[in-house]
């Protein structure tokens, strides 16, 4: 949205196509940005963690696949209403294991920075060991980074190439 606004402010789009563009990119609510700033990462993270259902991360918003994640969040819905008919509680689905996971998903992705804040957070509030700076140097050491998207490259590809080749499912698959 900022560079249609400074391609508009630049004469570079009219009116009209800039109110195109803005619709287009903005197109359904539901999805994330088609880069792996802050928003997707947490998407990711979701997965790692167990509290996401899988390849649901990195919804592309806007494209035609979109109308088949409906069906994702109906199967998020019935999970969690399945899981609470079981008497699973977060806290037994956020283990030190599930933590770890999720870091190395985090490396695996290449995500935003910001999760090296939000996971610690998350840990401290499920009771679980917090994860350090020494915790993070080893995961990032031992994690080929896999995934080649938007802000971090090296090819800069939307994220929407990443979930249509798999999404977290295949990473995690290529971790093992």
Not at 119 to 137: E, L, N
């Amino acid at each position: 949205m900022q560079t249609i606004g400074a391609r508009f402010a630049n004469g570079e789009l009219s009116l009209q196509d800039a109110r195109r563009a803005g619709c287009k990119a903005c197109a359904s609510s539901g999805g994330g940005c088609q880069f792996l700033g802050t928003a997707g990462t947490s998407q990711v993270v979701a997965e790692g963690l167990g509290l996401a259902i899988p390849h649901s991360a990195l919804a592309p918003s806007g494209e035609p696949v979109w109308r088949e994640i409906s069906r994702v969040a109906r199967a998020s819905a019935r999970a969690a209403l399945n899981l609470s008919q079981k008497g699973i509680t977060t806290r037994e689905i956020l283990t030190d294991k599930a933590i770890e996971n999720a870091m190395t998903v985090h490396a695996a992705f290449g995500g935003s920075t910001n999760l090296l804040l939000h996971i610690p957070a998350i840990a401290h509030q499920a009771g679980c060991h917090i994860p350090t700076v020494d915790d993070w140097i080893r995961i990032n050491k031992r994690v080929p980074r896999l995934v080649s998207v938007l802000p971090n490259g090296p090819v800069y590809h939307p994220t929407v190439n990443a979930f249509m080749a798999g999404g977290v499912p295949e990473v995690m698959l290529h971790l093992r």
